[in-house]
C-alpha cells in the first residue's frame, strides 16, 4: 500500500480543527474534522483519531473476516470513542457542544471497509474514474435526497456546511459503512470538506493520476485547495492499491 497524508489549516482559518492517523501496519486510515468554539473542535478530533487509534491497537481484529464482524468492530470503536467526547464536552464548561466527523478506511486483502459519520469523504478512483463512497450527513444532503432542492442549490446554499451526525453529539451515534472489492491500481481518498470543496472533481482525478508519489500527490492538492481559496482546513490521506495489498 502506497500512502500519502497531509493536513493543512488553509488560507482563512487561524487554527487547524482537522486531524487524521496512518495506521499502516493494520491498515486502517482516518480523517476527522472537528467542529465547536474556541479549540474545542481540535480536541474533538484529535480525541477522536487518537481514540480509534488505541481502541484498534488494544483490539485486535485478527480473524476477523465476515463482513458484520467488521461492521460490529468499527460500531463498538465510535462508540467508545463518542462516550469519550461527549464525557469530554460535559465536564469541561470550554468543551461544551464541541463533536467532530471521522472516517475510517480499512483494507483487507481485496476489500474496502469505509466507516463514517458526518461529511468527511471517502472516493474510490478506477480507471480514472472517482466515485463517491460516502454519504454527507448534512442538511442540505438531506433536502437533495428529498428533492427540496436541486445540486446546484445545494452547492450555493447558506447551510451546506451544517451536519447532521457527529462523534461526540449525542449519546447514540449512526455510523454508515460501505464496502467496495479493490483492485491493483485503485486509488482510495479520505478527504474533509475543506479539500473536496474547494478542488472539483475533475481537478481531483487530474492530481490523483499524476505519475508521482503520494506524499507529493497531498502536497499539490493542499496547493490546489489553497489557491481555490483555502477557506477552510484541509486534510486527506490518499492510498494507491498493490499487488502485494491483494494476494
Same mark, same amino acid.
Given at each position: 500500500m502506497e500512502v500519502g497524508f497531509k493536513t493543512d489549516k488553509g488560507q482563512r482559518r487561524s487554527n487547524n480543527e482537522d486531524a487524521c492517523f496512518v495506521m499502516?501496519?493494520?491498515?486502517?486510515?482516518?480523517?476527522?474534522?472537528?467542529?465547536?468554539?474556541?479549540?474545542?473542535?481540535?480536541?474533538?478530533s484529535r480525541t477522536c483519531v487518537n481514540g480509534i487509534a488505541k481502541y484498534v491497537e488494544?483490539?485486535?481484529?485478527?480473524g476477523l473476516t465476515e463482513t458484520a464482524e467488521?461492521?460490529?468492530?468499527?460500531?463498538?470503536?465510535?462508540?467508545?470513542?463518542?462516550?469519550k467526547i461527549l464525557e469530554m464536552s460535559q465536564r469541561f464548561e470550554k468543551n461544551k457542544g464541541m463533536a467532530t466527523t471521522a472516517v475510517i478506511a480499512y483494507v483487507l486483502e481485496d476489500q474496502l471497509y469505509i466507516v463514517n459519520v458526518g461529511d468527511s469523504r471517502a472516493y474510490l478512483l *478506477?480507471? =480514472?474514474?472517482?466515485?463517491? @463512497? &460516502?454519504?454527507?450527513?448534512?442538511? %442540505?444532503?438531506?433536502?437533495?435526497k428529498a428533492g427540496v432542492i436541486s445540486e446546484e442549490e445545494a452547492e450555493h446554499?447558506?447551510?451546506?456546511?451544517?451536519?447532521?451526525?457527529?462523534?461526540?453529539?449525542?449519546?447514540?451515534?449512526?455510523?454508515?459503512?460501505f464496502q467496495r472489492s479493490i483492485e491493483v491500481g485503485d486509488m482510495i481518498l479520505l478527504c474533509t470538506d475543506g479539500l473536496y470543496g474547494e478542488v472539483g472533481k475533475s481537478e481531483l482525478i487530474s492530481r490523483l493520476t499524476e505519475e508521482e508519489t503520494m506524499t507529493h500527490i497531498c502536497n499539490e492538492l493542499v496547493e490546489?485547495?489553497? *489557491?481555490? =481559496?483555502?477557506?477552510?482546513? @484541509? &486534510?486527506?490521506?490518499?492510498?494507491? %492499491?498493490?499487488?502485494d495489498d491483494v494476494r
Open positions: 499502516k501496519k493494520d491498515r486502517v486510515f482516518i480523517v476527522a474534522d472537528g467542529v465547536g468554539g474556541n479549540n474545542s473542535g481540535e480536541i474533538a488494544t483490539n485486535t481484529m485478527e467488521i461492521r460490529t468492530y468499527f460500531e463498538d470503536c465510535l462508540k467508545d470513542v463518542n462516550f *478506477r480507471g =480514472g474514474v472517482l466515485t463517491q @463512497i &460516502t454519504e454527507d450527513h448534512t442538511y %442540505v444532503n438531506t433536502l437533495l446554499h447558506e447551510n451546506k456546511n451544517m451536519i447532521t451526525r457527529a462523534v461526540g453529539a449525542d449519546y447514540i451515534i449512526e455510523p454508515d459503512f490546489a485547495a489553497n *489557491r481555490n =481559496g483555502g477557506s477552510d482546513n @484541509i &486534510t486527506m490521506v490518499v492510498l494507491k %492499491v498493490t499487488e
